[in-house]
């Protein structure tokens, strides 16, 4: 049994939200991710420095920092790290790829079930926003088979982004075209206890209120938002506002470096804590020659920020 694992619920997003925050004073973070400590995270728990344990999870994306590790590698790391869990980037040198095996994809699952590491998510590049209509459906099939390969490897949902608005096509019809794709991708993904997070990303596509458009044509209880922590966040009617428009839609959360004074981390950190998010906190950090060290570092800010140190 895994430390620390927080395991998918599909169901509970179901839920009535107000219904639901009145019974366990639960945000939409612990709709689909419910933490469950086994005793040795129990034990982890009693002996662990902060004041108070943190309601959410650290965790790492592989994209630049742990670009060259391999699964071992990572798992090392991360543990020697505390960090809980591990969002892996396609095209990277741990090759958690839909062209492994059976045989192959057992040994994964085994590998991150037998730590104290969750394999938390993988980090597609497959985005919907193109005007060819043969790509995207060929897009579409692509991240069928991807969610079928975080099902068979243990994770728990696949990433996936708009990339940005195609010229001479109204951004209207580009937004309602991403989310009827995933309309159809939260049924594929729900039938295999997978939940699809779409990251704020993008040119044009980043900004809150066009993500909002995308989950509300959407309307799948298996789609939510992964929080990308962009400089455009502050953008429009500033970062209040936008927080509040997806804060209810918000199923992971990406962050970078945590020391830029330019992004409001502590009031994000703040503000997940107030929504009773007890999802991960995803790294995405640039590459270091000593990433141990660094990455205890981060796990000390980010306590820090929250008033857990």
């Known amino acids: 049994m895994s430390v620390g694992r927080v395991v998918l619920e599909p169901g509970l997003m179901n839920i009535n939200r107000r219904d639901f925050l009145i019974a366990g004073g639960l945000g939409i973070g612990s709709l ?51 960090f809980e869990g591990v969002e892996l980037r396609t095209t990277h040198a ?14 994964v699952k085994k590998r991150f079930a037998d730590s104290k590491v969750q394999l938390m998510g993988l980090g597609s590049a497959f ?20 969610i079928l390969l975080a099902e068979d490897v243990g994770a728990t949902g ?28 939260g049924d594929f993904a729900r039938d295999h206890g997978q939940v699809i997070r779409l990251e704020v990303h993008g040119r044009g596509t980043s900004l809150p209120p066009n993500i909002k458009r995308i989950l509300d044509v959407a309307n799948h209880p298996s789609v939510g938002a992964c929080w990308n922590s962009n400089a455009t966040d502050l953008s429009g009617q500033g970062w209040d506002y936008n927080f509040n428009l997806l804060k209810d839609k918000i199923i992971a959360v ?10 409001p981390y502590r009031k994000l950190l703040t503000r997940l804590n107030e929504i009773h998010y007890m999802g991960f906190c995803l790294a995405e950090i640039p590459a270091s020659s000593d990433p141990v060290r660094v990455m205890k570092y981060y796990r000390a800010l980010w306590l820090a920020y929250q008033g857990l140190l």
């Open 32 to 82: 689909s991710l419910q933490p469950a400590l086994s005793s040795a995270a129990a034990e982890a728990a009693a002996s662990d420095s902060p004041a108070r344990r943190p309601t959410m999870h650290l965790g790492l994306v592989t994209y630049n920092l742990a670009a060259d590790w391999d699964i071992p590698t990572i798992i090392k790391n991360c543990e020697a790290t505390k």
């Open 94 to 107: 741990h090759k958690v790829e839909v062209n492994l095996s059976k045989e192959e994809r057992k040994e």
């Open 127 to 146: 985005d919907y926003h193109t005007p060819d209509q043969a790509k995207l459906r060929k897009d579409i099939e692509a991240t069928k088979e991807y």
């Open 158 to 185: 696949v990433k996936v982004r708009p990339n940005a608005f195609p010229p001479d096509v109204p951004e209207e019809k580009t937004l309602e075209q991403i989310g009827r794709a995933l309309r159809e991708l």
């Open 254 to 263: 990406h962050i970078t470096d945590l020391f830029q004074e330019e992004y």
